[in-house]
C-alpha cells in the first residue's frame, strides 16, 4: 500500500477522532485566553454540528466507493475504471451475487480496493429480461442489498441506437435502490468522433468539441423523455497508451504499467462530480486513492465550509464582546486542522502569530472587523437580533477567508507576505456568494 496513502489516512483518522482531537488542541491554548466556560461553549458548537458530524465519519471511516455500471458491451466500462484511478486495476469478480443478470467486481491494485461495481452488461440486450419479472426482482434485491453510491449510465458517443432502452434500465436501477441516488450519464469513447485520429485531448478541434456538445443533448432529451433525473452529462475519452501491452503481462506486472501516452479527456471533471455527491466516506476514499495530492486541500476546503458556518452560530451571541475569544480559537483551531493535513503539527501560538498576521492592521483589516462585528451588537438594543445578523456574516466571512489563507500557505506553499492578498480574494469571494 502508498505509504502517502496510509500517513494520510493516520492524520484523517486521527482528526476524525475530534473528541480526542479537540481536546489536543484545546490543551494547547493558554488558560487566559479561552475560560472554562467558553472552552464548553466551543465544544458544543462543534460537536453539535451534523455536517461536522458526516465530516469525521468520512474522516473514521473511508470506504470504497460503490458504482452500479448501466451500458451495452463494448461501451467501455473497465477502461472507465481505470482511467478514473491512472492505473491498470486488476478486475476481481466476487463470489455469486444471486442474479444471473449482473456481476460484481472490485477493482485494485497493490492490495488496495479502489472500486466496487456491479455491472448489469446483459440489461436492454436481452428482451428476455425485460419480460422477466423474476429477474428484475433479483436483481433489484440485489441492488438494494449493494447500497450503490451512484449509477452510471455509459453511452458509446458513437452509438446512439437502442439509447431509450437502456435509458429505461438505468431508470429502474435508480428505483431498485429505494432511495435517492446521482444519476450520471457519461458519453464514452469521445476521441472516435470524427476527426478519430486526434487523440491528444489538447489538439481537439472545435468540430470534434461541438459534437460532443450534439451528444451531450441528444442523451439529455432521452432521459427528459423518459423522465428520467441525471445529475450530469459528461463526455469522456479513457484513451491510454500504457507502457507495455497488457495481454502480455501477468497480473502483478499489469498493476505496475505505467502511462505512456495519455489521452484522456473530462476524467477530472467526472471525478470531481463524483467527489462532491456521493457519500462522504465514498468521496475521501475515492480522493485518498486516486487524486492524493489534492484530497488534503478538498477536506481542507469542506472544513472551512463547517467552521464558517460555525463562526456565523458563535457571533449569534447577542451579549457584546463574549464571543470574541470563542471565535477567535475556533478560527485557530481551524488552522491547525489544515496545518496537520498538510503533515505539520502547530503549537497553538504559532497558529495564532498567523491568524494575528493574517487581520491586517490597516482599516479594512481582519481586526477591526472584529470590532465592526462587535459594534454591530449595539443594533439589538434597537432591533433585537439584526446586529447579531450582521455579526455573524462578518465572523462567517472572516473565518472563511482566514481558512483559505491557510490551505494557500499550508497546502499550496504561498509566501506569508501574500497572504493578505488571499484572504482579500477570499472575503470578496464570500461576499459574491452572499448576493
Known sequence: MNPQFEELQKRMNHIGNLNNYLEDLLAKIPGNLLSGKQQAKLMDVLLDDSDLTSLLEGLKDPRPPRFVLVGRTGVGKSSLINAMSGRYLAEVSDVEIGTE?????????????YFEVIDTRDIGESEAFTKDADAEAELAAVVKAFRPDAILFLQKATERAHSDIDV???????????????????????????????????????????????????????????????????PVSSYIEWS????????VERGELTIGFDGRYGIEELLDFLEQSIDIRAAIHLGMTIRIHKISERIALRF??????????????????TDIAVLLSLQTVLLMIIAYLSGRDLAFKTARELLVSLGGIGATGFTLRMIAQQGSKFANLILPGAGSAISASIASGGTYAIGKAAVAYY?????????????KNARDEFDRGLE
Open 411 to 423: 497546502l499550496k506553499g504561498v509566501p506569508e507576505e501574500e497572504l493578505n492578498k488571499v484572504v
Open 101 to 113: 443478470e449482473a456481476r460484481r467486481f472490485t477493482y485494485e491494485s497493490d492490495g488496495q480496493v
Open 168 to 234: 429505461e434500465s438505468a431508470k429502474k436501477m435508480m428505483l431498485s435502490a429505494g432511495y435517492g441516488l446521482p444519476m450520471v450519464g457519461i458519453i464514452t469513447h469521445v476521441d472516435e468522433l470524427n476527426p478519430s485520429r486526434i487523440k491528444d485531448p489538447a489538439d481537439y478541434p472545435p468540430g470534434k468539441l461541438a459534437l460532443m456538445e450534439d451528444k451531450k443533448g441528444q442523451l439529455r432529451r432521452i432521459f427528459k423523455e423518459q423522465k428520467v433525473p441525471v445529475d450530469a452529462i459528461i
Open 304 to 321: 472551512i465550509k463547517v467552521f464558517s458556518t460555525l463562526a456565523a452560530t458563535v457571533a449569534l451571541s447577542p451579549i457584546i464582546a
Open 244 to 251: 507495455q501491452d497488457p495481454d502480455d503481462l501477468s497480473e
